[in-house]
């Protein structure tokens, strides 16, 4: 009984979702892979999971054995990667989330260089702008823009990423040009994210400005698009609207007032630190994006 092979295996079991599709990925029966977890459970004397027809519940013991064992098998690879030696190739699968409208425009390119020079490192990469809890999800790598909250994570940062207020010629022409910030109450704005109220933010002000519009969606090209059309005032990164405002599709507006640039950081456990991987990954995106990409 190897208590290593049973956290792998219930690991495995948490991020496929399911006794079977655990099972097709690590070649092994699903009577097998049942029949192990029934056992682990009895050793430690608690229920992981939750069965029933239709799905698997994590228990909060089981998720908190979860977390556990994810970092102990990553410490278990650091010292196996540290005994083949540190100069070696970094080898191994990093399981990578990022926000959609950054990967579209600068993953795209720069995942595939960085998979050519590292031929023995794999990316699994999950595309979404929802906060993902990355220890709970198994996630090895998280790209993350703007402020950061949990202090248990480790965070270093990758490139700034500055935002503009625009919006196109036909709409300024026939609605006029906002000068100020408050001018914008006067304007149809279109928004990012979901919720009955979303602020703009604007240097020098310690209060947001309340705007609102025809629509209001959690996806920066769909926004730049309705910006475009003449629809409205939108607030955008300026990797979503470049090539729009070099184009002369869409002008900024309200430069003097537009807020520090956000950050974008990589994010990941503590126990993925000396992960040659993941370092291996945040270097490159560091280099490469200071670089302009």
């Not at 191994?92 to 990022?98: H, Q």
């Not at 090209?221 to 869409?250: C, N, Q, S």
Request: one cysteine or more; glycine letters at 8%; a neutral charge.
């Amino acid at each position: 009984m190897n208590p290593f092979e049973d956290m792998r295996l219930f690991c495995q079991v948490m991020e496929s979702g399911s006794f079977t599709a655990a099972a097709e990925q690590l070649g092994l029966s699903k009577q097998f892979v049942s029949r192990r977890l029934i056992q682990l459970e009895e050793r430690l004397g608690v229920r992981l999971l939750n069965r029933s027809t239709r799905r698997l519940d994590v228990t909060p013991l089981g998720q908190s054995y979860y977390e556990s064992a994810l970092r102990l098998l990553g410490e278990v690879e650091q010292v196996e990667q540290g005994i083949a030696g540190q100069n070696s190739e970094p080898r191994g699968t990093i399981r990578l989330s990022a926000p959609l409208s950054f990967a579209m425009a600068h993953l795209g390119c720069l995942l595939p260089l960085f998979l050519q020079r590292h031929p023995q490192v794999s990316v699994e990469v999950d595309l979404s702008d929802r906060p993902v809890d990355l220890i709970g999800e198994g996630y090895d790598l998280v790209l993350r823009i703007g402020t950061l909250e949990d202090s248990t994570l480790i965070a270093r940062r990758i490139a700034s990423v500055q935002r503009v207020y625009c919006a196109s010629p036909d709409y300024l022409a026939l609605r006029g040009t906002p000068l100020k910030p408050e001018d914008l109450t006067a304007h149809a704005c279109l928004p990012y994210g979901h919720g009955r109220q979303v602020q703009w933010r604007f240097k020098g002000k310690l209060q947001g400005l309340n705007v609102s519009g025809r629509m209001r969606v959690n996806n920066g090209e769909l926004l730049r698009d309705t910006a475009i059309a003449g629809l409205g005032v939108t607030y955008l990164p300026t990797f979503i609207v470049a090539e729009a405002l070099k184009d002369g599709r869409l002008v900024t507006l309200l430069d003097d007032f537009a807020p520090e640039a956000l950050t974008l950081s990589a994010v990941y456990p503590q126990h993925r630190q000396s992960s040659r991987p993941v370092q291996a990954l945040v270097e490159f995106l560091r280099e490469r994006l200071a670089s302009g990409c």
